[in-house]
């Protein structure tokens, strides 16, 4: 049981390139979360899902695009990196019933944008 | 707009001492708390959680207070012990939105 994995762990972007972080998760959870975490602030949601095929914006969603096209995995995209995207990402997952509110996170994916 | 946030960015406690790490919120309607701990270069992992019913929640060596009144929740940590040292975060939500605001973190230090 892996519980919440990230891929890449580590990138370094230029101005303009493309990437895919991809988060998958064991646990057959329901929801799952993006966040970003900068220093000096909490971690803010960019973008959610709470279920195969569905997605939905978090509080910093601009310059981001999520796709979940399979329960186990939740992709978030760059199109074209701009050095504000530089910072920690985290991926989430939770189950769905009302007692189920801890969050499992993943280890995390740094990525630098030159 | 919504905000969590906790009172000190840092705290230093003697290994063996009680740590008490403050957390404050805006939204009154906020029903869940979770605690969260994340040692350097890690996720962030469930510590505790308590529902807005309660005021009190023990776990081991831990202990949540919500004061819903002053819309404020603290973390106790008995006994502190090296391993303790790490970056702990609250977080604030409400039922039906599946999503959580997190305060800043307070960075706790445990002295030798």
């Known amino acids: 049981n892996a519980g919440v994995t990230q891929t890449p762990k580590f990138r370094v972007l230029k101005t303009g390139q493309s990437m895919t972080l991809l988060c998958a998760q064991d646990?057959?959870?329901?929801?799952m979360y993006w966040y970003r975490q900068d220093p000096g602030m909490g971690l803010r949601l960019i973008h959610y899902s709470v279920g195969e095929g569905t997605t939905a914006k978090g509080e910093v969603p601009d310059g981001y695009n999520v796709s979940r096209l399979k329960k186990q995995n939740f992709l978030l995209g760059l199109e074209s990196a701009a050095p504000s995207q530089t910072s920690v990402y985290f991926c989430a997952s939770r189950g769905q019933t009302i007692n189920q509110n801890e969050q499992f996170f993943g280890p995390g994916t740094r990525l630098t944008v030159l | 707009g919504e905000s969590v946030g906790l009172h000190l960015p840092t705290l230093s406690v003697q290994e063996g001492d009680n740590s008490i790490i403050n957390c404050a919120y805006s939204?009154?309607?906020?029903?869940?708390f979770i605690w969260y701990k994340q040692e350097s270069g890690k996720g962030p992992q469930f510590i505790i959680d308590?529902?807005?019913?309660?005021d009190k929640r023990q776990g081991q060596r831990v202990t949540v207070l919500l004061n819903k009144t002053v819309k404020h929740l603290s973390l106790q940590i008995a006994a502190t012990q090296p391993g303790d040292s790490a970056v702990y975060f609250c977080a604030a939500g409400y039922s039906g939105t599946y999503k959580y605001i997190f305060g800043t973190g307070t960075r706790l230090k445990v002295l030798a």
């Open positions: 646990m057959n959870h329901e929801y």
């Open positions: 939204n009154s309607a906020s029903d869940y």
């Open positions: 308590i529902r807005s019913n309660m």
